[in-house]
T-cell receptor, first 115, second 112 residues
Framework: NAGVTQTPKFQVLKTGQSMTLQCAQD?????MYWYRQDPGMGLRLIYYSASEGTTDKGEVPNGYNVSRLNKREFSLRLESAAPSQTSVYFC??????????????FGEGSWLTVV | GENVEQHPSTLSVQEGDSAVIKCTYS??????FPWYKQELGKGPQLIIDIRSNVGEKKDQRIAVTLNKTAKHFSLHITETQPEDSAVYFCAARTGGYQKVTFGTGTKLQVIP
């Protein structure tokens, strides 16, 4: 019963490098999200995918791209990392016909440092 | 868009005392207010929620109240225990279910 699984857990990047954060959910959820968490800023939505085949910008999309590979997987790509992208990134998912609350379930987080 | 403010940012209480965390929201169209608990090194987990047509909801030691007129909602934890120590986030959902705005979090420390 894995829920939302994201990799890697920790990553250090040099400025200008690229990387992809991977995320998969096994709850048959329709919607998936990427958030970033910074001290004093709470959780801010980067991108979301309401359903397979669609993606939309959230509150802070600049510098990121996403791919909804299939219903299970939603990846986040940093094309040219910047120190301002040092953060903890959370993948999340929600949405089945049985869940009227549309509860958001989070992964365990990926700690990214850009030096 | 929606703006959710959360206070206090940190809160220390003695074990057994009560803790209250308050949030305000700006968009009167918000209709669903979940609360999440984040333990150290983990992702946030839903602990309780309330819909806009309900004024109060309880689940054992935790309760949430909502005042739609004033646009604020609060989390109440009674008989606090050390395992309640965590960061708590309030949130508000407006319209489409993807549009959830989180507060900035409250770090609760329960002192044994």
């Amino acid at each position: 019963n894995a829920g939302v699984t994201q990799t890697p857990k920790f990553q250090v990047l040099k400025t200008g490098q690229s990387m992809t954060l991977q995320c998969a959910q096994d709850m048959n959820h329709n919607s998936m999200y990427w958030y970033r968490q910074d001290p004093g800023m709470g959780l801010r939505l980067i991108y979301y995918s309401a359903s397979e085949g669609t993606t939309d910008k959230g509150e802070v999309p600049n510098g990121y791209n996403v791919s909804r590979l299939n219903k299970r997987e939603f990846s986040l790509r940093l094309e040219s990392a910047a120190p301002s992208q040092t953060s903890v990134y959370f993948c999340a998912s929600s949405g089945t016909a049985l869940d009227l609350r549309n509860t958001i379930y989070f992964g365990e987080g990926s700690w990214l440092t850009v030096v | 868009g929606e703006n959710v403010e959360q206070h206090p940012s940190t809160l220390s209480v003695q074990e057994g005392d009560s803790a209250v965390i308050k949030c305000t929201y700006s968009d009167s169209a918000s209709n669903y207010f979940p609360w999440y608990k984040q333990e150290l090194g983990k992702g946030p987990q839903l602990i309780i929620d309330i819909r806009s047509n309900v004024g109060e909801k309880k689940d054992q030691r935790i309760a949430v109240t909502l005042n739609k007129t004033a646009k604020h909602f609060s989390l109440h934890i009674t008989e606090t225990q050390p395992e309640d120590s965590a960061v708590y986030f309030c949130a508000a959902r407006t319209g489409g279910y993807q549009k959830v705005t989180f507060g900035t979090g409250t770090k609760l420390q329960v002192i044994p």
